[in-house]
């Protein structure tokens, strides 16, 4: 997992409520077990027309925000059935933070396994951003995890809060695996002593 620090960048603005982890990548999608190559599918059913083509009023297909890596959501974003897809496709196709009032348990979770940084703010601030977004791409957002600041284009400050433990995981590229990696030394140690207590084994 790459190291997460600040990004800095056009936010997209995506204010519709409750977009459930279906409309973020539909089901028919899911039969890959591959995290790269989702990207092209995110939002796949507003995104396209249903006989093919881009719908060039969705947000992500306007010139401002196709390379966007901010995401400026509703509320209750990615609820609906789990599926690790969702965080799959949205890493895949650049977005590397998602700020909303609310997310769903599962999807925030696995947004932070996946390097993805979910920001929970309050409604007032989040109404400045979502404003922000819509400068289009004149306007570029910068949100600093060290510091737990976003910045918006104006220069207004924001703060945001975020799990110790996720943050030092997202910092340092820290997955499930990367994290079991650094007791290696650990690992190591008891290994040896079992081998030695049982060379049966």
Known sequence: MEKFDKVHGVAAPMPLINIDTDMIIPKVHLKTIKRSGLGVVLFDEMRYHEHGGENEDFVLNKPAY?????LVAGDNFGCGSSREHAPWAIKDFGI????????ADIF??????????PIVVEEEHHA???????????ARMTVHLEDQQITTSDG???EF???????HCLLNGLDDI???MEKDH????FEDHASQARPWV
């Open 178 to 180: 990367g994290l079991t």
């Open 186 to 189: 650990h690992i190591d140690k």
């Open 156 to 158: 207004v400050v924001i």
């Open 161 to 167: 809060s975020v799990d110790p433990h996720r943050k």
């Open 108 to 117: 925030f979770n696995n947004c932070f396994k996946n390097g993805i940084l």
């Open 96 to 103: 590397k933070v998602v700020i909303s009032t609310s997310f």
């Open 128 to 138: 400045i951003l979502m404003e922000d977004a819509h400068k289009g791409e004149n």
């Open 66 to 70: 196709r390379q966007t890596e901010i």
